[in-house]
């Protein structure tokens, strides 16, 4: 088996397998648009769980809130920090009956998952030769996104409230619904919370640590045409659906997730719905920069208004709303912030990787709301899919840096 990390890494790796096992089993899945906090019953079960667990732990103030919010305090000396994760999974694959599958010292090649012919391959994946992977059985996303950052905060909170005499300052810990669908800030109380920082544990890459994190719209187009029986269509149907491929056909190829990379933004359809009378498109539009951003949300409504005006009788509702800010601008007052993680990965003996995140963590929202929030690695790949994969190794270094970070900030 691949070495750990650190002798805590191994010490702290079963505890945070069992609890990754056990979490993952619960269908967490968001879904949006919400009509209530959290937006499934499933998230309520989870944030239970993880409540009764912090009680059995010794944090007797361990509370779940009507809209999902658990938070926790373990005292300690000197400021209180923040510790934070989402529960909720990507509404855009199943989390039905997730299986998680232990692939026990993982030979590094491809890894066939027994349902729908899904094969795990990738030079990330391929790196862990040796270590314990975590998969699904195919069908299923698997949930590490992000609930091995859950479990890594449960196993570091467990370690540290079992070993008194290791220093730490007061945590505040807090698990929060509806990341995945933009609403996992929506109700949080910052004055509540009463932390001077905090950390998001929902990176992916051992080693992650991020200041930085795309700013993000959402844009609605609702195309509305006119429906008649085809038989009497001469003339009358105005077919929404046909207005909506042209919409999405003129869209710009290289400005897409799958056309750009590094701080390239991008403008992203998810969803199409509807039928003769009226469509309605859903896209998400990011970038790096408030400006860029601007630009890309006004270039689909310049593009929707100009293919819908080639029909008369067509009518276009277009909308757009911010999602999140970029955290950079709002941790940059706040160097130690960022060093103090810097130094607690790097004494877990990994080096620090500093790349601005493609997406969101509740920490874009945190930060600008006046609690600043870098995010730090835990450790799984290939989200959002039935090919998501983590290993124990990474997951107990997320849980070992947790620890780290504690003390670095006691000092």
């Avoid at 912090?54 to 923040?82: C, K």
């Avoid at 429906?227 to 149907?237: K, N, S």
Wanted: overall charge negative.
């Amino acid at each position: 088996m691949a070495r750990f990390t650190s002798p805590l890494a191994e010490q702290l790796a079963d505890d945070v397998l069992e609890r990754f096992l056990r979490y993952a089993r619960i269908d967490t899945k968001s879904h949006a648009p919400r009509e209530q906090c959290p937006s499934t019953p499933g998230q309520l079960e989870l944030a239970g769980m993880l409540r009764d667990e912090l009680e059995q732990l010794g944090l007797s103030d361990a509370g779940l809130d009507d809209n999902g919010y658990v938070f926790a305090t373990l005292e300690g000396t000197g400021p209180v920090i923040g510790l934070l994760a989402h529960v909720d999974t990507s509404p855009e694959v199943s989390g039905t009956g997730v299986e998680p599958i232990v692939h026990r010292d993982y030979d590094g090649e491809p890894i066939a998952l027994p349902r729908n012919e899904v094969v795990v391959d990738t030079p990330e994946l391929r790196a862990k030769k040796g270590e314990v992977v975590v998969t699904t059985s195919g069908d299923t996303l698997l949930g590490a996104d992000d609930k091995s950052g859950v479990a890594a905060i449960m196993g570091a909170v467990a370690h540290l409230a079992a070993n008194s005499d290791l220093s730490r300052p007061t945590l505040r810990i807090g698990f929060l619904p509806d990341e995945e669908i933009g609403e996992g800030a929506t109700l949080f109380d910052v004055e509540r919370f009463g932390a001077r920082c905090a950390y998001t544990l929902d990176g992916s890459a051992i080693g992650e640590l991020q200041d930085e994190t795309f700013t993000g719209a959402e844009v609605v187009l609702e195309i509305h045409g006119y429906d008649i029986h085809p038989g009497f269509a001469t003339g009358v149907m105005v077919n929404a659906l046909r207005l909506a491929g042209k919409v999405l056909a003129a869209l710009p190829a290289d400005v897409a997730p799958e056309t750009t990379a590094d701080r390239e933004g991008f403008i992203h359809p998810y969803v199409i719905e509807g039928g003769i009378a009226k469509v309605t498109i859903r896209l998400i539009v990011r970038d790096f920069e408030d400006d860029l951003l601007h630009e890309k949300v006004e270039r689909v409504r310049a593009i929707a208004e100009e293919v819908v005006a080639t029909e008369p009788r067509a009518r276009l509702e277009f909308s757009a709303r911010p999602q999140y800010p970029n955290m950079r601008d709002h941790l940059k007052p706040f160097p130690e912030i960022v060093e103090k993680a810097e130094a607690a990965i790097r004494a877990e003996g990994i080096e620090p990787i500093r790349n601005p995140i493609r997406g969101g963590t509740d920490g874009s929202r945190l930060s600008a709301m006046g609690l600043p929030t870098p995010n730090i690695f835990a450790g799984g790949h290939d989200f959002h899919s039935p090919r998501e994969w983590v290993t124990v190794q990474d997951m107990a270094a997320a849980a070992a840096v947790v620890v780290r970070l504690a003390a670095e900030w006691a000092e």
